[in-house]
Structure formats: structure tokens, C-alpha cells
């Protein structure tokens, strides 16, 4: 049984379908890419599975159970933690106080948290005053809080510089390979997620157009075509 699995995952605003009868499995202990064109469905794919949107049709299931339309918080119980495109931390909080609005209260869960994103010398120090690379470590810290079996992660390596962005994909596999949590990740720079992923999916204008090991994908005709274009290559 996969971890996390769609069937027919369709989403409509209004008359545009942002999403057409997606199929996915994520098996637990993957770290699985997303990715495709702006405006491809990525996000709003993320957003169906974490509650936040309500898929026009098809099922979305975690662990075998249906969530399909869960609220949010109820999700993220459940299991599933996530990152934004955009850091939203409560600016006016501590780091450790950030964290600690994930747990409940527990200051323990939210301490170790805040260790594994190498944050800790920064517990007391007020969100507002975090770098924006800083910050993109305590979004990851909020969702691992939550005590995940998987995080959905939302273009991470975004607005980093390249030795920001080596720090970023060594964190991510450290997640998965130390605390056995299952990444599924939404992300434009190809460097750090061809890397980094085992297997991607490609979606294109809200259809999923391919999948496979970052190689396959990355001679894929079709990928080539609508994103990746001939000059990209893997090494």
C-alpha cells in the first residue's frame, strides 16, 4: 500500500482546469520530485492533498484512508506536514516560539526541530530578524514539528544561491535518510532536485505527462519539449 496515493485528482476554477485526472503513488521513504511549467498544477496538486483546496474529483489517500476534503489541520494530523512558497512565519515570535505553535505547546518536539534544520543557536532570536535562507529553515522546522511521515515541500531551494542551495538538498536527504520522514517536493531549480530526488513527476498544463528516475525524465522528449528544452542535461 503506497503512503500516499491519488486517483483522478481534478481540480476546476471555474472553467480552467488547473489539474486533469492525476494518478500518483508515493511509497514511504521516497523523496519524489514534482515538477513542470508554471501554472502546471504543482501547487495546486500540494494544496489538494494538504486540505487546503477540495478536489473537483477524484480521491487522495494517506495510509489507505480517504482524506479526500479533510480540513487542514486534520490532515497535518494525520501525518502530512508542508512547506509554502513564500516563509510564513510569525514574524514577531521567536524561532523556537514558531516552532513550538506546530507541537502544541511542546517545547521538547519543537526543539529538536529547530536541531535538525541547524537553527538551535538561533532559538531566541525573533523571526523577523532571520535571513530569508534562515527562514526557508524554519518553515522546514514548523512542518517537521509536526511529527510528518511525510512533508510536501514547496520550491525550497527558490531565491538561494548555489551554496545555500548543496546546504538545502543535504538537509532534505537527511530528513529522509535520519528520520525516515517521506519527501514529496515541488521545485524549479533542477540542479538541486534531479539531484536530490529519486523519481520524478512531470506534470504539464494540470496532466501528468510522465514519470521516472531523473535521467528518464530528463531525456524524455516530451519533458524536453514543454520545460526542461534541449539545452538542459544530466550528469
Not at 479526500?68 to 521567536?94: A, E, S, V, Y
Not at 526557508?136 to 544561491?161: C, F, T
Request: proline share 4%; aromatic share 6%.
Amino acid at each position: 500500500m503506497p503512503l500516499l496515493e491519488g486517483k483522478g485528482v481534478t481540480k476546476y476554477f471555474g472553467g480552467l482546469a488547473a489539474l486533469k485526472d492525476v494518478d500518483f503513488e508515493i511509497e514511504e521513504g521516497e523523496i519524489v520530485g514534482l515538477i513542470g511549467p508554471n501554472g502546471s498544477g504543482k501547487t495546486t496538486l500540494l494544496n489538494c492533498i494538504s486540505g487546503v483546496l477540495v478536489p473537483t474529483s477524484g480521491r487522495i489517500y494517506f495510509l489507505g484512508q480517504d482524506i479526500t476534503g479533510l480540513k487542514p489541520h486534520k490532515i497535518c494530523k494525520l501525518g502530512i506536514g508542508r512547506t509554502f512558497q513564500i516563509p510564513r512565519p510569525f514574524m514577531n515570535m521567536t524561532v523556537l516560539e514558531n516552532a513550538m505553535v506546530c507541537t502544541d505547546g511542546d517545547r521538547e518536539r519543537a526543539l529538536e526541530a529547530v536541531r535538525h534544520v541547524n537553527l538551535e543557536e538561533k532559538i531566541n532570536v525573533l523571526a523577523k530578524t532571520l535571513t530569508f535562507h534562515e527562514r526557508r529553515r524554519l518553515e522546514i522546522a514548523r512542518a517537521l514539528a509536526v511529527n510528518p511521515k511525510i512533508i510536501l515541500l514547496d520550491e525550497v531551494a527558490a531565491g538561494l544561491n548555489p551554496k545555500e542551495i548543496v546546504e538545502f538538498t543535504g538537509l532534505i536527504r537527511k530528513i529522509r535518510d535520519e528520520l525516515g520522514i517521506t519527501i514529496l517536493w515541488v521545485e524549479h531549480v533542477m540542479k538541486a532536485i534531479m539531484t536530490t530526488a529519486e523519481r520524478i513527476i512531470v506534470l504539464n498544463k494540470g496532466t501528468k505527462i510522465t514519470e521516472g528516475t531523473p535521467k528518464e525524465v530528463a531525456e524524455n522528449p516530451e519533458v524536453i519539449e514543454a520545460y526542461l528544452g534541449e539545452e538542459y542535461k544530466i550528469d
